[in-house]
């Protein structure tokens, strides 16, 4: 058994005065929701193994407040792929990962974010600003390709049987 949470980045200033979509940052609601999340991944306990971030400024500033209000510390990789990648790439990205990782946390954008969590749990749930959604994934190593090079046996079999989105939270539910 698997855990992917899925993780909006937190809201971001309008792209005006011209400012690319990458380079956008955190507001100050954006700086409250991340805060928000971290002390809720606090508060359930939850465990992270690793944690996957799009490299967008946004994304990486929701990510660094995360793991700080959270009380984590671990590694992240930050993976340009995720700032406009559907939910293929996504999951291409999550297919690369060593199987000895269990729970870890991709930090996002839309709609990527929400094409992944439909395709992998048949369940279309709209993703908001600093929305956490944590999804039960029942990957497996055993059977006929275990022999496949390593990292590419369990999570590359997400697939194969449709996860379950066991919750999903917004940030106005935790301020």
Known sequence: MKTLFLLRHAKAEDGGGGLPDFDRALNDRGTKEARAVGIFIRKQNVRLDLVLSSSAVRARETTELVLSSGGLSLDVR????????????????????????????????NPGLEELLSLLTNRSEHLATGTLAKIDLKASGQGPDANRPRGMREWGKVLEQKGTLDWAVKPKDLT
């Open 78 to 109: 930050y993976d340009q792929r995720i700032y406009e990648g559907g939910s293929l790439c996504l999951l291409e990205v999550i297919s690369q990962l060593e199987d000895e990782m269990s729970t870890v946390l991709m930090v996002g954008h």
